[in-house]
T-cell receptor, first 109, second 113 residues
Framework: RKEVEQDPGPFNVPEGATVAFNCTYS??????FFWYRQDCRKEPKLLMS???SGNEDGRFTAQLNRASQYISLLIRDSKLSDSATYLC??????????FGTGTKLQVIP | NAGVTQTPKFRVLKTGQSMTLLCAQD?????MYWYRQDPGMGLRLIHY???????AKGEVPDGYNVSRLKKQNFLLGLESAAPSQTSVYFC????????????FGSGTRLTVV
């Protein structure tokens, strides 16, 4: 089982829709999680941190479910500009993080 | 505010050639990293540094060397390039380690023929 696993998608959603991605992790001791956004042929950029019970930033909500060992990213009122690949990252050891392979989102007009 | 700057942005090498990728950051970050990104593989850590003069191996260090002579610079060297090293290389920096999030450079697209 991969340390951090994501559905590659693509998720094709209409503008204004709500979409959610999940990311599963295998190490039950993992404490810190992040979501990064990566536009096509660009570098990843930190979107949100997910430390305990999750957090919210505008239209974006990140949740952590320790019992089932997954984190989620919810995007409300999707915009065309949200089209990107979303990378899940989890700490998998001391000062060590592992990136998921990413979930591609395409928001359609 | 430049952040993390990588040079070059693109390069084509012949098998067996050598090259150095340069990463420079102006944020006074202690930690610096080199990752490679391949389709379907996610970002994989090559080498990293926790401060000036220090380096350590990551997940996929074979075929690469690094140096951190100055705090702001982290160099990645390929001594004898192989087609398997065709990839997109990203440098990243962090103030206190990966659990505080990374700032990435814009990447270097390397093709080895």
């Amino acid at each position: 089982r991969k340390e951090v696993e994501q559905d590659p998608g693509p998720f094709n959603v209409p503008e204004g829709a709500t979409v959610a991605f999940n990311c599963t992790y295998s190490n039950s001791a993992s404490q810190s999680f992040f979501w990064y956004r990566q536009d096509c042929r660009k570098e990843p950029k930190l979107l949100m941190s997910v430390y305990s019970s999750g957090n919210e930033d505008g239209r974006f909500t990140a949740q952590l479910n320790r019992a089932s060992q997954y984190i989620s990213l919810l995007i409300r009122d999707s915009k065309l500009s949200d089209s990107a690949t979303y990378l899940c990252v989890g700490n998998t050891g001391y000062q060590k993080v592992t990136f998921g392979t990413g979930t591609k989102l395409q928001v359609i007009p | 505010n430049a952040g993390v700057t990588q040079t070059p942005k693109f390069r084509v090498l012949k098998t067996g050639q050598s090259m150095t990728l340069l990463c420079a950051q102006d944020m006074n970050h202690e930690y610096m990293y080199w990752y490679r990104q391949d389709p379907g593989m996610g970002l994989r850590l090559i080498h990293y540094s926790v401060g000036e003069g220090t380096t350590a191996k990551g997940e996929v260090p074979d075929g690469y060397n690094v140096s951190r002579l100055k705090k702001q610079n982290f160099l990645l060297g390929l001594e004898s390039a192989a087609p398997s090293q065709t990839s997109v290389y990203f440098c990243a920096s962090s103030y206190s380690g990966p659990l505080y999030g990374y700032t990435f450079g814009s990447g270097t697209r390397l093709t080895v023929v």
